[in-house]
């Protein structure tokens, strides 16, 4: 018979549940997985002062740490994870940049085997069915109509581990490849769209739940001509995402998407490219050529924002230090919503037996001093 797991208790600190914070709390850890009971005699360790958070999950990134999850390498998709992780995000999503259809699927192929290891915890495609009107840092020659039939290509070309596909809905097909992506369990999230108001509340209504990066990369909010932007907060069954950077949202633009929308319908996701806890430089993003100059991302021609160099600890600590936002709030967006989404809420996004122990640990003033995965530090507080 095996031996039981090995059991540790963090205790003393604030831990932040799904039914609220509990102060002088304890999170016991048995193995991988979180436990409702520990022994007498398991090893304590006292995280007085501190908080614990469940571990951030990110819905939307393209790399990390120098390095692509497009690049046609596993060690370069592993070397992004590792630098997530190192911020707290212990559970990603990769997300591809708009290309060839052939050189998409077979980054799709290699993103999908690193899903089947469990190193990622699946595949967002974003482009090419996308508005050149929005193309944000999106190269304009490879973007195409939404055709359901090439949409069904690249969820086939994942093996079953696309979660969520970005596309223009007004374009011609976009509505029926919503329709298709909803059927397969995949998520359709409107984004790099020139929708009306109208529009997008018919690409809602056949099944679209998701807004990518709200405000970036589509119409902005009028009073005559309100777009896509009104229609997506008014909505209960679309989550909006955030990149709560201070470059790509103002805090009042912030405030209005949380408030109207509320916690439980905000991800904040990082969109971060190569550079993300790399630094300024020069990089790829695609086959477009991008500027990081003093943390900011732009595309050398042209000069529009191409992604960010966010991580989710520096967005967690934004949110509540900044934009004065509840931290049990907060930890809804930022990890048991985009596990919803992502539909990997059974394991992971909220400190519960049973779920894997996959846990931050913040300091008085929120900045991340340690990084559990699995039941094991990635950082040791």
């Known amino acids: 018979m095996a031996g039981r797991a090995a059991s540790k208790v963090l205790s003393g600190a604030r831990v932040v549940l799904p039914t609220g914070t509990v102060q002088n709390g304890r999170v016991i850890v048995e193995g991988e997985r979180i436990a409702g009971a520990a022994p007498a005699d398991a090893p304590s360790v006292d995280l007085s002062g501190h908080c614990i958070v469940p571990g951030f999950v990110d819905m939307h990134v393209h790399g990390g740490g120098g390095a692509s999850f497009t690049s046609g390498t596993a060690e370069d998709v592993l070397r992004g994870v590792r630098t997530h992780r190192e911020h707290g995000t212990t559970t990603i999503a990769a997300s591809t ?168 319908r905000v991800a904040f996701i990082t969109d971060a490219m190569d550079a993300a806890g790399f630094g300024d430089g020069m990089y790829d993003l695609g086959p477009l050529a991008v500027e990081v100059r003093d943390g900011v991302a732009r595309l050398v021609d042209g000069g529009s924002i191409a992604g960010s160099t966010l991580t989710l600890d520096t967005a967690f600590k934004r949110a509540v230090t900044i934009d004065r936002l509840p931290v049990e709030d907060v930890v809804r967006s930022v990890s048991a919503n985009p596990a919803r989404l992502l539909g990997v809420d059974d394991r992971v996004g909220s400190l519960e037996p049973g779920k894997d122990a996959d846990l931050v640990v913040l300091d008085a003033d929120f900045t991340l001093k340690g990084v559990m995965r699995k039941g094991a530090w990635v950082i040791e507080p």
């Open 97 to 264: 940049v708009t290309g060839e259809m052939d050189v998409l699927a077979r980054q799709a192929a290699l993103l999908s085997e690193l899903v089947q290891q469990g190193d990622l915890a699946g595949i967002h495609f974003e482009g090419p069915f996308i508005s050149p009107c929005r193309k944000g840092a999106h190269s304009e020659d490879l973007l195409r109509d939404p055709d359901p039939a090439e949409v069904r290509k690249l969820i086939d070309a994942a093996h079953g581990t696309a979660r969520m596909v970005t596309l223009a809905t007004e374009l011609p097909g976009g509505i029926d490849s919503v329709r298709l992506l909803a059927e397969h369990g995949v998520i359709a999230a409107i984004g790099h769209t020139d929708a009306t108001y109208e529009q997008t509340v018919e690409a809602i209504e056949a099944g679209a739940t998701v807004a990518t990066h709200l405000y970036n990369a589509m119409p902005a909010l009028g009073h005559r001509t309100p777009g896509p932007i009104a229609a997506l907060l008014e909505d209960e069954r679309i989550t909006v995402e955030l990149i709560n950077d201070g470059t790509h949202l103002h805090p009042a633009a912030l405030e209005l998407a949380y408030h109207r929308a509320g916690a439980d």
